[in-house]
Each structure stands twice: as structure tokens, then as C-alpha cells.
């Protein structure tokens, strides 16, 4: 049940940015900020920062009461900082390959299927943008969009990685492959180990749900399904954790 003392948590397309590195990061990304709400005396000395570089890129900087930020804070961990931005678009799916070309690699993506967690999103964010990775896609039915709790989850890197947003997963994916990427599919039950994977060519890295992992639908479209090597008693892994391990496995191989 919703908390009726908080108002719902709005889509970063609406403006709101929460948190520290995200603020800052979405300020240096060169993104127009309008507002920034700085947390009445408690301006240590990282909130001046914040407040100084926001003055400087044009941005209104207001001091309010703490719980006026706890009010609007979607999630409640707004580290006395939060900010209103013009819209954050989504890019398209050739946005990311084109990136990948104008850097001189091979397209390195990840395709999140039907995700609900907003901090597995954002995790898998940071990781994606630390990896190099050239993006991030996502169904735009039954799945996390660019929250306000994703976008603090990812510190920032929503600023740098570009994520499509697409109406159809697994004609995306149809529309990739027609274009040589490979599709590697996050699989516990995959075939292909890890370190058996060649990722050092056009490469999409599939990551499931956190309950059921890929849909059939998708998984059927994946040219191999890699599984995880396990060594414990748990039989399966966080989808950010999984991400991040595939994801450095190609940054390995890739050199």
C-alpha cells in the first residue's frame, strides 16, 4: 500500500533528480537543471559544492526545511539534496550502435527483460557505464522506466549511458541480430559456461527478470544461453550481479 505521506514516484522524464552523485553528475553531464533544493542547515561542505556548481551552470538554488525533502523524496534517501531538471530522453536503439561505431568498437549492449526492481536497474546502469558498455535497453511494458530511484541507484550514470526505450523486446532483439550483434542470453540453466562465450565480437548481453529470468519468447531468440558457474549452496544470482559479471567477462576478453 502506498504511503499517503508521500506522493508517488514520479518518472525522471518529470524532473526530479535525488542524491548527491546524481545531482552532481546530472549538473556536469551538461543537463539543464532548473532548481536545485538544498537542505536548510545542513549545507556541509559537498551540499556547497553542489549548490556552487548549480549557481554557476544557471540553476535556481533554494534552502529548505529537511522534511520538505523528505516529502518530496521518492525514496526517502535524498542526502539533503534534491534537484529539478529539464527531461531526460530516451535514446533508440541505433543511437547505441552508433556510439559503439563512433568510438571504433563493437557494440557492447544490455537488454534488461521485464526488470522490476529500480535498483537492480540502476546497478546495472553504473556497471554498464563503468564497463564501457554502449547502452542499455528496456521494454517499455512490465518494467522499471528511468525513475528517480533508478536514476540515484545508477550515481549518475543515467547522465552518460544511453537506455532505449523500446515497445517490442524481442523484435528489438530480431532487428539486432539482422545487424551481426550476437545475442547472449543470461541463462542458469545455459548451456554455454561464461568463459566458453566469445564476446569480443557485436555483442547483447540478456538479463531476466529477477523472478523468472527471460521469457520464453526472448530466451528462444538468444544465439546462446550462458549460464554462471556456481560453487555455493545458492543456486542463483542478483541480475545486477549477474550483469556485472558478464559484463566484465567481455570487458576481459575485449582487452
Known amino acids: 500500500m502506498r504511503d499517503s505521506k508521500r506522493p508517488a514516484?514520479?518518472?525522471?522524464?518529470?524532473?526530479?533528480?535525488?542524491?548527491?552523485?546524481a545531482v552532481t553528475e546530472a549538473i556536469k553531464s551538461g543537463r539543464i537543471i532548473n532548481k536545485v533544493f538544498l537542505a536548510a542547515g545542513a549545507i556541509d561542505h559537498g551540499l556547497a559544492h553542489i549548490g556552487a556548481l548549480a549557481k554557476e551552470k544557471g540553476a535556481v538554488v533554494v534552502s529548505v526545511d529537511r522534511r520538505k525533502l523528505d516529502q518530496m523524496s521518492p525514496t526517502g534517501a535524498h542526502q539533503g539534496v534534491i534537484a529539478m531538471a529539464a527531461a531526460h530522453a530516451y535514446a533508440a536503439v541505433q543511437d547505441l550502435l552508433d556510439l559503439a561505431a563512433a568510438r571504433g568498437e563493437p557494440p557492447l549492449l544490455i537488454l534488461c527483460d521485464e526488470l522490476s526492481d529500480p535498483h537492480n536497474l540502476g546497478a546495472i546502469l553504473r556497471t554498464a557505464e563503468c564497463a564501457g558498455a554502449h547502452g542499455v535497453v528496456i521494454?517499455?511494458?512490465?518494467?522499471?522506466?528511468?525513475?528517480?530511484?533508478?536514476?540515484?541507484?545508477?550515481?549518475g550514470a543515467v547522465e552518460y549511458l544511453p537506455v532505449a526505450r523500446v515497445t517490442n523486446l524481442t523484435a528489438a532483439i530480431r532487428e539486432l541480430k539482422e545487424?551481426?550483434?550476437w545475442i547472449f542470453g543470461a541463462d542458469a540453466a545455459g548451456a554455454t559456461l561464461l568463459h566458453q562465450a566469445?564476446?569480443?565480437?557485436?555483442?547483447?548481453?540478456v538479463i531476466g527478470s529477477e523472478g523468472g529470468g527471460m521469457g520464453r519468447l526472448v530466451a528462444e531468440q538468444c544465439d546462446f544461453k550462458i549460464s554462471i558457474p556456481m560453487k555455493g549452496r545458492i543456486s542463483s544470482?542478483?541480475?545486477?550481479?549477474a550483469a556485472a559479471i558478464l559484463l566484465y567477462e567481455a570487458v576481459r576478453q575485449r582487452g
Open 179 to 181: 545487424k551481426g550483434v
Open 139 to 155: 521494454p517499455k511494458r512490465r518494467s522499471v522506466g528511468l525513475t528517480a530511484v533508478v536514476a540515484k541507484a545508477s550515481a
Open 237 to 241: 544470482l542478483n541480475a545486477s550481479a
Open 198 to 205: 566469445d564476446f569480443r565480437g557485436p555483442a547483447a548481453i
Open 9 to 21: 514516484v514520479p518518472d525522471l522524464d518529470e524532473g526530479l533528480i535525488e542524491g548527491r552523485n
